[in-house]
C-alpha cells in the first residue's frame, strides 16, 4: 500500500464524482496537451491511461470528462470555447496550505525588507523610504532575516533611530515572530525597562536594563501595534489584489490562510464586486479564524459567510504553540544548542489549552495549531488527544485536527501523529533557509527529527504542503525541490538526506493532501470528473524534470473554476 494513513486512503482513492452526466456542450474544452489528472499520485505509476488523458471537458467549473482530444473535442457545442495546450504539459492547481496573503501584500505596500544581506542593506533601505515619508508617519514593513546576514546580529533600536529621522517605526522579522522597533516607537507605546512582558512573548533588555528594541511573539508586539493606526480597506483590498495575483502567477488555485477578519471582509468585498459583474473570485480561499476567540464570536464569524461558497469560506481555527526556531522562541523539550539558557516560548499552559480545544472540538470546529519545537508538538498532540476523548460520543464527525510546520519533533510523537489522525502541515521551501543554522539550533541528535517528511510518510501520517508565504515565496516549485533534495539551491550542501521523499509524494502533498487537510479532497486535487476545473499549465512536464530544472520551471496558464485567471506574456 502507498505510504498513507489507512484513514486518508479511502478518502483519497475514490471513484470519480457522479451526477455529471453528459446534458449539455461543454463551456470549455482543453485540448492537444500532456495532463496529469492526479491519478498516480499517492505513489502508483504517473504514466498509465487513468493518470494521463490530453483533453478535458468543463462545464459550470467543474471536469465533465477527460480523455484523449477525439473523444473530448466530439463533445463540443455551437459555444464551447476550444483551447489548444500546444501539447504542453498540465496538471491540478497546486492548494498551497499554509498562507498569510494580506501581510505578503501588505509587506509590499509598506516597506520591504526582504532579500536585504545585511544591517547596512537594510538601512540604506529604510533611509531611502523614510525619504518620502509623511510628518509622524509610522515607518512599517517586513521581511528582514539576521540569520542570512554575515554578522547574523539582530538589529537595535539604535540601528533604526541613525535611519528614521524620528519616525516611530516597527519592523518584523521574516517569520513574523519578532521585530524590532526604534526609539519613538517604544516610547509612543510606553515600553519601558520596568514594562510587564504578556505571558508567552518577550522584551528584549540590553546590559544595562533599557529595550534593545527587540519585541519577541505576538502578545508583546500588540503593545506596539495597539497604538498604530490599521489599514484602511481600500489598502486592504490593495494589498490582497497584489497576493492573490502572485499566487496565481506561480500556479496555486487555492490557498489556506491566516489573516485579519477585518481583511476577510475585504476578501468578501472583492467577491462581491465579482459577483455584481457576473465573475467570481479568482482564487479560492479557505480563511482560518482565530482559535482564542470567544466560541460565540467564532460561531458569529462562520455563520457570516456561506460554507457551501466554494471560493471563500472559514475553515479551522488557528493557535498558536509557539514561536520561530529562527527567532530562537519555538518551544523545546531542552535547551537550545547554541543557547543554553533558553528553551523556547511556550504560549500556553496545558491545563488551559487542553480545556479550550475540547470547547472548540464539541462546537465542531476543525483546529490546527502552530507548533514548531518538539515541545510546542507534543503540547498540542496532548491537546489534540484530550479533545478526542472529550467529544465522544457528543459530536458526530470528529473536526480534523492538524499542526502547522510540525518542524522538530520527540521521536515518539511520530506514532501520536498516527494514532491520532493528525495532519502534518508543513513548508518545504523552510528548509532552503534553516538548513543553514538548524543544525546550530538543535545540535547533533535532535536535528535527525527536524522537518521529516519522510518519517511522517512511513508512519502513515498525511501530509499537506504549502509555504507561509510570505515568510518564503509562494512558488510551490523551491518547495518540491526542497522535498526532494533536502539540499540548497546550488545543490552544494545537503541536509539530513534521509528524509528527502518522491516527486510523487510532495505532488500529492501540494494537492490532493493540502485538499484532505481542508475537508475538500472529494472536489479538490485531481481532474476528474465532478471536480472543480483548477489545473495550471507549465513549461514543462515536471514529472520529468531534474531538480535544477524544476526551481526554473514557467507557470503559463492557471485555471480556476474552468477560466483563466492567469496568462504567462510571451
Known amino acids: 500500500m502507498p505510504r498513507l494513513c489507512t484513514f486518508f486512503a479511502v478518502a483519497t482513492l475514490l471513484l470519480p464524482c457522479s451526477g455529471f452526466a453528459q446534458q449539455a456542450p461543454p463551456d470549455t474544452i482543453f485540448f492537444h496537451g500532456d495532463i496529469l489528472t492526479g491519478a498516480g499520485l499517492s505513489g502508483g505509476p504517473v504514466n498509465t491511461p487513468s493518470a494521463r488523458v490530453s483533453a478535458l471537458a468543463i462545464r459550470d467549473g467543474r471536469i465533465v470528462r477527460g480523455g484523449d482530444d477525439s473523444s473530448i473535442l466530439a463533445l463540443k457545442g455551437p459555444h464551447t470555447e476550444l ?11 497546486f492548494n498551497d496550505a499554509h498562507t498569510h496573503i494580506a501581510y505578503a501584500g501588505q509587506q509590499r505596500l509598506t516597506l520591504d525588507l526582504d532579500g536585504t544581506t ?46 528614521t529621522a524620528g519616525h516611530p517605526a516597527l519592523l518584523v522579522r521574516t517569520d513574523g515572530h519578532i521585530a524590532v522597533a526604534n526609539s519613538a516607537a517604544l516610547e509612543a507605546a510606553h515600553i519601558t525597562s520596568s514594562s510587564v512582558v504578556p505571558a508567552g512573548s518577550k522584551i528584549d533588555l540590553d546590559a544595562s536594563g533599557a529595550p534593545t528594541g527587540i519585541i519577541r511573539e505576538e502578545a508583546a508586539l500588540a503593545l506596539i501595534q495597539k497604538v498604530i493606526l490599521k ?48 465573475g467570481t473570485l479568482p482564487l479560492r480561499v479557505s480563511e482560518w479564524l482565530t482559535f482564542n476567540d470567544p466560541v460565540d464570536v467564532l460561531k458569529q464569524h462562520q455563520a457570516s459567510h456561506p ?11 488557528k493557535g498558536f504553540m509557539d514561536g520561530s526556531l529562527g527567532s530562537r522562541t519555538a518551544a523545546l523539550l531542552a535547551p537550545y544548542s547554541d543557547d543554553p539558557s533558553n528553551s523556547g516560548l511556550p504560549r500556553y499552559d496545558q491545563k488551559q489549552l487542553d480545556a479550550m480545544t475540547t470547547e472548540r472540538a464539541i462546537a465542531g470546529f476543525p483546529i490546527g ?9 507534543s503540547m498540542a498532540l496532548t491537546a489534540f488527544e484530550h479533545a478526542q476523548t472529550g467529544t465522544k460520543p457528543s459530536v458526530s464527525v470528529t473536526p480534523r485536527y492538524r499542526i502547522e510546520h510540525a518542524q522538530v519533533l520527540d521521536p515518539k510523537d511520530f506514532d501520536r501523529f498516527a494514532r491520532l489522525h493528525v495532519i502534518a502541515s508543513m ?50 516549485f523551491r518547495g518540491l525541490y526542497a522535498a526532494i533534495t533536502r539540499q540548497n539551491e546550488a545543490g552544494t550542501a545537503s541536509f539530513q538526506s534521509q528524509e528527502r521523499i518522491t516527486l510523487n509524494e510532495a505532488l500529492f502533498a501540494y494537492t490532493q493532501g493540502s485538499a484532505f487537510a481542508e475537508s475538500a479532497e472529494k472536489q479538490k486535487g485531481r481532474l476528474e ?39 504567462a506574456r510571451d
Not at 489548444?84 to 492547481?93: N, Q
Not at 460554507?307 to 481555527?317: F, K, R
Not at 495549531?369 to 508538538?377: E, K, L, V, Y
Not at 483548477?534 to 473554476?561: F, N, S
Open 369 to 377: 495549531f502552530h507548533a514548531i519545537g518538539d515541545r510546542a508538538n
Open 231 to 278: 489599514p484602511d480597506a481600500e489598502v486592504r483590498r490593495k494589498a490582497l489584489q497584489l497576493s492573490i495575483d502572485d499566487a496565481l502567477a506561480h500556479g496555486v488555485t487555492s490557498i489556506q490562510d491566516f489573516s485579519d477578519w477585518d481583511d476577510f471582509l475585504a476578501l468578501e468585498a472583492i467577491e462581491r464586486d465579482a459577483a455584481a459583474h457576473n
Open 427 to 476: 513548508q518545504p521551501s523552510h528548509l532552503l533557509t534553516d538548513m543553514a543554522w538548524a543544525g546550530d539550533r538543535l545540535g547533533p541528535e535532535r536535528v535527525k527529527y527536524a522537518y521529516a517528511w519522510r518519517s511522517f510518510l512511513d508512519h502513515h501520517v498525511v501530509l499537506a504542503f504549502g509555504t507561509d508565504y510570505p515568510v518564503e515565496s509562494i512558488s510551490p
Open 118 to 163: 545585511s544591517l547596512s542593506d537594510m538601512q540604506s533601505r529604510i533611509t531611502a523610504y523614510v525619504a518620502h515619508a509623511t510628518p509622524g508617519q509610522w515607518i512599517l514593513g517586513g521581511g528582514w532575516d539576521h540569520t542570512k546576514w554575515t554578522s547574523k546580529m539582530l538589529p537595535t533600536r539604535q540601528d533604526l533611530d541613525s535611519v
Open 529 to 567: 470528473p465532478g471536480f472543480l476545473a483548477d489545473l495550471v499549465v507549465l513549461d514543462r512536464d515536471i514529472t520529468k524534470a531534474t531538480p535544477q530544472e524544476l526551481l526554473h520551471a514557467r507557470v503559463l496558464r492557471t485555471v480556476v473554476g474552468g477560466q483563466t485567471r492567469y496568462l
Open 83 to 93: 483551447i489548444d495546450l500546444d501539447g504542453h504539459f498540465a496538471m491540478p492547481g
Open 307 to 317: 460554507a457551501s461558497d466554494p471560493y471563500l469560506h472559514t475553515g479551522m481555527l
